[in-house]
């Protein structure tokens, strides 16, 4: 193995990685002909806050990949243990009663972990399969308990769930639903508690009711007897960094457990010390009866999720049938030993320095998006932790957005690279930051030097400015 020849691609013009991406790699929630036109950004390297393409540009990442690279890129390690087990046992599967020492390590390490009582951990490849098999968890508990009625899901509107056939539908974003037949028929919404934009604006206690409310006109619309599960975000990423006023993950809880539905909890984006604790339950002394996790858990470094179990759901599934009888939901890569290795790892940097890091720049995050939101394109800025968002308006007054064939989103993602960071420029023209927690008080600052030189520039564009009410 020492003198094995060097399986290295042959060196490539950076042009013709760009042709060859066109030609053959789909790239996700993206627009096959606009990819095709637009090209690749082809990244190279990556250390701390910065990335490195082919062409030798360096941009500072306020978006830690997609909002998952928390302990930031060059950790050596990650690298060493990851290389580490690779050599030792690259791959063991989790059937037939086989497992391997790092994924018991990890498992149990959540546990303690989790809030009390998620005691049970289900390893899987990312977010949208851990959504996925909570939905298959949940089936078979209402089964298991006699209750096979019981099949409606309800979410919230802005939502995120996942892309796979299932949580898609559970998420509630156009792009997801548009010509995959999607939400199916037991999948249902409610309105998201968006503070910026609910009737009785930033009203604490009039957000958390109008949630409660909504819950329980749908539970009494579909019948109490129908409803599996309420599953939501405790902040909703995707849908622009939608964050609820304190209070409300709790009030959603104690909803559930009136009305006798289970509570699902999708913390892929929100956990592991992206809102300040290890996991955004944690703020308000939340125990969900699921929990979804990915991204943070290994930090982006190798792919991995986990769905996290209640021990009162596990035990009434493991009573439903005889011991010999499997419980027929698994992925070949469950457990995968080498992510599983890469998670242990990063959680060791999160408890030795990083979440502490994260709270300390997360106040600077703060002032930053205090003191920019007065500036004449930003209608509101919202954050928690180190997760936050710019929404950008046309009128700050009437809170109007803007024209679609403005193309705000498109602008915006064009100007911050330009001005080398790296943001997410959402359509309804917000602004998302999910930085590092290794992220610096000055990377801080130069993160929203380049951002408000990019909504100067696009302020300066003379249709925009027409556009201002």
Not at 41 to 64: N, P, Q, Y
Not at 221 to 228: I, N
Not at 371 to 388: C, E, N, Q, W
Request: aromatic residues 8%; glycine residues 10%.
């Amino acid at each position: 193995m020492e003198n094995a020849p060097s399986r290295t691609p042959a060196h490539r013009s950076n042009q013709s990685l760009v042709d060859l991406d066109r030609q053959h790699l789909i790239h996700p929630v993206t627009s096959f002909r606009g990819h095709e036109a637009h090209g690749a950004r082809v990244l190279a390297s990556g250390d701390g806050m910065w990335l490195t393409d082919i062409e030798g540009k360096k941009v500072l990442d306020a978006f830690a990949g997609l909002w998952c690279v928390n302990v930031g890129y060059g950790q050596e390690s990650i690298v060493e243990v990851a290389m580490e087990q690779m050599r030792r046992l690259p791959y063991a599967t989790g059937y037939f009663h086989f497992g391997s020492e790092p994924a018991i390590l990890l498992a149990d390490k959540l546990a303690s972990l989790a809030p009390e009582g998620l005691d049970h951990v289900y390893f899987t490849l990312g977010g949208s399969d851990a959504v996925d098999s909570a939905i298959r968890y949940i089936t078979h508990y209402f089964n298991a308990i006699g209750k096979p009625e019981k099949k409606q899901f309800i979410a919230l509107e802005w939502g995120y769930h996942g892309s796979s056939s299932n949580g898609a539908g559970l998420t509630a974003l156009a792009n997801f639903h548009r010509g995959f037949d999607l939400p199916r028929p037991w999948q249902h919404h409610i309105a998201s508690p968006y503070p910026y934009r609910h009737p009785e604006g930033h009203d604490d206690a009039a957000v958390i009711a109008s949630t409660v409310a909504a819950i329980e006109a749908k539970v009494a619309e579909l019948g109490a007897d129908k409803v599996a599960a309420f599953c939501c975000e405790p902040i909703q990423g995707s849908g622009g960094v939608i964050v609820p006023p304190r209070g409300w993950l709790k009030a959603i809880r104690e909803t559930c457990d009136r009305l006798g539905i289970l509570m699902l909890v999708d913390e892929v984006i929100t956990g592991f010390g992206r809102t300040g604790p290890m996991f955004a339950c944690d703020d308000e002394g939340v125990s969900p009866d699921f929990l979804t996790l990915a991204k943070g858990l290994t930090a982006g470094y190798a792919p991995m999720g986990a769905v996290l179990m209640a021990d009162h759901v596990y035990q009434s599934i493991a009573d439903s049938a005889p011991a010999a009888l499997p419980v027929g939901h698994g992925f070949t890569y469950s457990g995968h030993p080498v992510s599983a290795a890469v998670g242990l790892e990063v959680i060791r940097l999160y408890e030795n320095g990083l979440l502490e890091n994260g709270k300390k720049t997360g106040k600077r995050f703060d002032h930053h998006l205090d003191r920019i939101r007065a500036h004449p394109l930003v209608g509101d800025t919202r954050g928690r932790g180190l997760l936050g968002a710019i929404e950008l308006v046309s009128n700050k007054e009437t809170k109007a957005g803007f024209a679609p064939e403005l193309d705000i989103a498109g602008r915006l993602s064009q100007l911050t690279w330009e001005n080398d960071v790296i943001v997410r420029c959402f359509a309804n023209a917000v602004i998302g930051f999910a930085p590092a927690l290794c992220c610096s008080e000055n990377e801080m600052d130069l993160i929203f030097e380049r951002v408000e030189r990019s909504l100067d520039q696009l302020l300066d564009m003379p249709d925009v400015r027409q556009a201002l009410g």
